[in-house]
């Protein structure tokens, strides 16, 4: 019957029925996949119709994402175990119909959890040159209140440009002994080969990593760093402010970037002392990245690719709205990325391309000086 819904749903899709000659016709068959689903009266075999290049099917009764919805679901339903649901996750119990089932959710939990943690602390191969590091945080109940905890996120890519995750935690606060033991755990599973850490200004961040990543060079993310320089500027000259700063960018060498750094200090340095202070402190440290190949410049100049990860990490949190456990954030959040991280190694082009990655490889880069060992 599911078969055959399908081939329905693949009909009224390209609008012909298989081996029909139409004139509507919209899309072509290209064979079937097999896919296992789980069912209350045992796993059956579904044949998924394929259509050629340009098209896609999805059946309708099929949840993508699953490993992340039942994530979702356990995390929702565990809160509610607890008591420490919301009036938002009592909702959403309701309108979901769970059956709130104590054994259910726990066995749940330890599928989960497992999944997660062989993700987490699987070993990391090869070389990263490039490191993305960054921090949200979600609101977590915990010793009786509630309280805003820090998740951290390390993102890479590999010495044949795909991205990866490399890996993720959560702790009370997003300070320098975290972020240090963070980075160690990355190291100890076998990170190496990192050249360039991209990450904001944090002083804890920035010290974990001249101690554990000594030798690799940081990139200020230029996003952060124009948000820090604004914020000393009134609203109505910040669109002027900022389209000055960067012509600083726009310059094809690095020579020629400090110059016009000089030049855009001494012209807004009067009117805009503070500002033109943050950006001349920060001068050593947002030009990292043009040492490096052009064509990566896009990527690397700031902490973009990581904000886009984060910005569904945050869609998918804020269903909880208040996690009941540091553990069903790993166990959500960590789904989310392990289904990303399967994205991405299925795509089919690379984050970077390949030959690219061959020239950062064999040329000889004079990299800025490493972080200062503040230890």
Same mark, same amino acid.
């Given at each position: 019957?599911?078969?055959?819904?399908?081939?329905?749903?693949?009909?009224?899709?390209?609008?012909?029925?298989?081996?029909?000659?139409?004139?509507?016709?919209?899309?072509?068959?290209?064979?079937?996949?097999?896919?296992?689903?789980?069912?209350?009266?045992?796993?059956?075999?579904?044949?998924?119709?394929?259509?050629?290049?340009?098209?896609?099917?999805?059946?309708?009764?099929?949840?993508?994402?699953?490993?992340?919805?039942?994530?979702?679901?356990?995390?929702?339903?565990?809160?509610?175990?607890?008591?420490?649901?919301?009036?938002?996750?009592?909702?959403?119990?309701?309108?979901?119909?769970?059956?709130?089932?104590?054994?259910?959710?726990?066995?749940?939990?330890?599928?989960?959890?497992?999944?997660?943690?062989?993700?987490?602390?699987?070993?990391?191969?090869?070389?990263?040159?490039?490191?993305?590091?960054?921090?949200?945080?979600?609101?977590?109940?915990?010793?009786?209140?509630?309280?805003?905890?820090?998740?951290?996120?390390?993102?890479?890519?590999?010495?044949?440009?795909?991205?990866?995750?490399?890996?993720?935690?959560?702790?009370?606060?997003?300070?320098?002994?975290?972020?240090?033991?963070?980075?160690?755990?990355?190291?100890?599973?076998?990170?190496?080969?990192?050249?360039?850490?991209?990450?904001?200004?944090?002083?804890?961040?920035?010290?974990?990593?001249?101690?554990?990543?000594?030798?690799?060079?940081?990139?200020?993310?230029?996003?952060?760093?124009?948000?820090?320089? +604004?914020?000393?500027?009134?609203?109505?000259?910040?669109?002027?402010?900022?389209?000055?700063?960067?012509?600083?960018?726009?310059?094809?060498?690095?020579?020629?970037?400090?110059?016009?750094?000089?030049?855009?200090?001494?012209?807004?340095?009067?009117?805009?002392?503070?500002?033109?202070?943050?950006?001349?402190?920060?001068?050593?440290?947002?030009?990292?990245?043009?040492?490096?190949?052009?064509?990566?410049?896009?990527?690397?100049?700031?902490?973009?690719?990581?904000?886009?990860?984060?910005?569904?990490?945050?869609?998918?949190?804020?269903?909880?709205?208040?996690?009941?456990?540091?553990?069903?954030?790993?166990?959500?959040?960590?789904?989310?990325?392990?289904?990303?991280?399967?994205?991405? +190694?299925?795509?089919?082009?690379?984050?970077?391309?390949?030959?690219?990655?061959? +020239?950062?490889?064999?040329?000889?880069?004079?990299?800025?000086?490493?972080?200062?060992?503040?230890?």
């Amino acid at each position: 019957m599911l078969n055959l819904m399908m081939e329905l749903e693949v009909e009224a899709k390209s609008k012909a029925a298989k081996h029909e000659r139409s004139s509507e016709r919209t899309a072509y068959r290209n064979g079937t996949r097999q896919r296992p689903l789980s069912t209350g009266v045992g796993e059956v075999i579904l044949q998924i119709p394929k259509l050629r290049a340009g098209e896609s099917y999805y059946p309708s009764f099929l949840e993508p994402r699953r490993m992340v919805d039942k994530a979702l679901v356990n995390v929702i339903q565990e809160a509610y175990i607890n008591g420490v649901s919301t009036r938002k996750v009592d909702k959403l119990v309701e309108d979901m119909g769970m059956k709130i089932d104590k054994s259910a959710v726990s066995r749940l939990c330890k599928e989960l959890d497992e999944n997660v943690e062989a993700f987490r602390n699987r070993p990391l191969t090869g070389e990263y040159p490039y490191i993305w590091l960054d921090a949200t945080f979600p609101k977590v109940r915990e010793a009786g209140r509630v309280q805003n905890m820090a998740f951290v996120v390390a993102i890479a890519v590999n010495d044949d440009g795909t991205r990866h995750i490399l890996g993720f935690d959560i702790g009370m606060s997003e300070n320098g002994a975290f972020w240090e033991e963070f980075l160690r755990s990355l190291v100890r599973r076998g990170l190496s080969g990192v050249k360039l850490v991209i990450s904001d200004a944090h002083e804890g961040l920035k010290n974990a990593i001249s101690s554990v990543l000594t030798g690799t060079s940081w990139q200020r993310c230029r996003v952060h760093c124009m948000r820090n320089i +604004l914020c000393h500027v009134s609203h109505k000259q910040q669109g002027m402010v900022a389209a000055m700063i960067r012509t600083i960018f726009a310059q094809e060498s690095l020579a020629d970037a400090k110059k016009q750094l000089r030049s855009v200090i001494t012209q807004l340095e009067v009117h805009f002392p503070k500002a033109m202070e943050v950006l001349e402190n920060a001068e050593d440290d947002i030009f990292a990245f043009m040492v490096f190949p052009k064509s990566h410049h896009p990527q690397i100049y700031s902490t973009n690719p990581l904000e886009r990860l984060n910005k569904e990490i945050r869609r998918r949190g804020n269903v909880v709205s208040i996690f009941p456990n540091r553990a069903a954030v790993l166990r959500l959040i960590g789904s989310v990325l392990v289904e990303q991280q399967d994205e991405w +190694l299925s795509g089919e082009k690379r984050y970077m391309s390949l030959e690219s990655m061959v +020239l950062l490889k064999n040329e000889a880069v004079s990299f800025f000086p490493a972080l200062p060992d503040n230890t």
